[in-house]
């Protein structure tokens, strides 16, 4: 079953600007994870957030947790058609090693 | 440092027959964790190997069954293939071991398996 809901489903940008993708999930976590698929093909890992962080960056993204609130948001700035893909949260519940992942969001970014 | 490789790549097979996926991890890791993603959806865990054993497993039917090595590469055996069951299918290397373990999955490219 899937454990995060990614919203919004598709987002479609110009390049430049930002693109904000949210998560929400149920259960408690030890982390959240966002990653990057391309066309089907096999995820690249973003960002990993612990249950004890509030915000992180890498670069370009920047993401946020509330745990209170059960949600994650990846933000994308300046964003260039090569970030074209799909965008899945994944959370690491405790206990587990494994990931459980959301439905996704498909973004489109044109030149 | 090879990645996380899989094969094969594309896979076609009829109701009822068996298949068998393979995937390699990336070098240095001792886990294998094995995802089922239909379209339009996010990855499902099928299950996950360690130490050769199955040390956790999904919502997945006996059908589904694998097998790790002392290399630690793995495979997944599908048997009695239903339509359902075409899928883009994905292994994800990490590090259990006791004072090493990372947080962070390595995904592999990922066998499409389409059956007919």
């Known amino acids: 079953s899937q454990q995060g809901e990614e919203d919004p489903q598709a987002l479609s940008i ?9 998560c929400s999930y149920k259960t408690s976590i030890n982390n959240l994870q966002w990653y990057r698929q391309n066309s089907g093909r096999g995820l690249v890992h973003l960002i990993l957030i ?3 962080e509030r915000e992180k960056h890498s670069g370009r993204l920047r993401v946020t947790l509330d745990t209170s609130k059960k949600s994650s948001s990846l933000l994308i700035t300046a964003s260039r058609a090569a970030d074209t893909a ?6 690491r ?3 587990y090693s494994t990931l459980t992942f959301g439905k996704g969001t498909m973004l489109l970014v044109s030149p | 440092d090879a990645g996380v490789t899989q094969s094969p790549t594309h896979l076609i097979k009829t109701r009822g027959q068996q298949v068998t996926l393979r995937c390699s991890p990336k070098s240095g890791h001792d886990t294998v964790s094995w995802y089922q993603q239909a379209l ?8 996950q190997y360690y130490e050769e054993e199955e040390r956790q497993r999904g919502n997945f039917p006996d059908r589904f069954s694998g097998h790790q090595f002392p290399n630690y590469s793995s495979e997944l055996n599908v048997n009695a293939l239903l339509l359902g069951d075409s899928a883009l299918y994905l292994c994800a290397s990490s590090l259990l071991r ?3 373990s ?6 592999g490219p990922g066998t499409r398996l389409t059956v007919l």
């Open chain 2, 40 to 47: 339009g959806q996010g990855p499902q865990f099928i299950f």
């Open chain 1, 93 to 95: 519940n405790s206990g």
């Open chain 2, 102 to 107: 990372t947080d962070t999955q390595y995904f």
């Open chain 1, 14 to 22: 110009q390049e430049g600007e930002n693109a904000t993708m949210n």
């Open chain 1, 86 to 91: 799909s965008y899945f949260c994944a959370t």
């Open chain 1, 50 to 52: 612990r249950s004890n």
């Open chain 2, 98 to 100: 006791a004072g090493a």
